[in-house]
């Protein structure tokens, strides 16, 4: 079990409420992630600002291009201080090799995330770009692609956790996303999980965003959620 599983999402549109939201935010009890549209405003200044305030951020920009293209943006990434990046596993394994060159493995190398299939696409989208088996299939083999590639780990649901923890290992990473409270708004996520549930599945981290961020207290709902696993980490 993690120490500090908790990875909160930074979905804002610019520095300044960035910088005002983990400001709110204690560095021991959360990392961060930035995202396209925080990036995209902001850029690697904001990144430098977040580590700066003594964040380990999750560079989530998914990357998914030509392998060389990969491997330089990921070593760009690792040259901001990024504790975590990830990459499209669709890319295939010329592009999941390129990517893990650029990061560089081990000692203060950023740990290499892939993503499987996005949980927006089921089955019919699937078969509209020519996928064939169900989304669980696709995972699971993506997944296994990724950690040929030497990867760390991959995104997932926590519905898929229990099932890449089994077949993977309990060693491969596993991210999480659509975490919430028992008691909390589920907002547009339609599959949810606790956070005590998720890490009991076998998840690693847990990527929370509205929870904490709309939250009137920032700092409180962080602090509840770390309550609600400390007797687990
Ligand atoms: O606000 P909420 O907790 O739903 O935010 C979840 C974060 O995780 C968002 O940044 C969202 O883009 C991201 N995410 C997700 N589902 C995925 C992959 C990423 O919710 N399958």
Same mark, same amino acid.
């Given at each position: 079990m993690q120490v500090n599983p908790v990875i909160v999402a930074l $979905?804002?549109? $610019?520095q300044a409420s960035a910088l005002a939201l983990a400001a709110r935010l204690d560095p021991d009890l959360c990392r961060v992630k930035v995202g396209k549209q925080l990036f995209t405003a902001a850029g690697p200044a904001c990144i430098e600002k977040l580590v700066g305030m003594g964040f380990e951020v999750f #560079? $989530? #920009?998914?990357f998914h291009d030509i392998p060389t293209t990969v491997e330089l943006a990921c070593r760009a990434a690792a040259n901001l201080g990024v504790w975590m990046l990830n990459v499209h596993a669709l890319g295939g394994p010329d592009m999941l090799a390129a990517a893990r060159r650029g990061t560089?493995?081990?000692? &203060?190398a950023p740990l290499l995330i892939g993503v499987t299939l #996005? /949980? &927006?696409?089921?089955q019919s989208a699937m078969h509209a770009i020519g996928l064939s088996g169900t989304p669980e299939a696709a995972v699971l083999r993506l997944a296994g692609l990724t950690r040929e590639a030497g990867l760390d780990g991959v995104v997932c649901s926590a519905q898929e956790a229990s099932l890449l923890a089994r077949e993977?290992?309990? $060693?491969?990473v596993l991210v999480t996303p659509g975490i919430r409270m028992a008691d909390g708004e589920q907002h547009d996520q339609s599959r949810v999980m606790t956070p005590e549930a998720a890490l009991r599945a076998g998840s690693h981290y847990l990527v929370i965003g509205r929870p904490v /961020?709309?939250?009137?207290d920032p700092a409180a709902a962080l602090r509840v959620i770390r309550h609600s696993i400390d007797n687990m980490i």
């Open positions: $979905d804002v549109p $610019d #560079l $989530d #920009l998914k560089g493995q081990g000692g &203060s #996005l /949980t &927006s696409m089921n993977l290992g309990r $060693d491969f /961020t709309h939250a009137a």
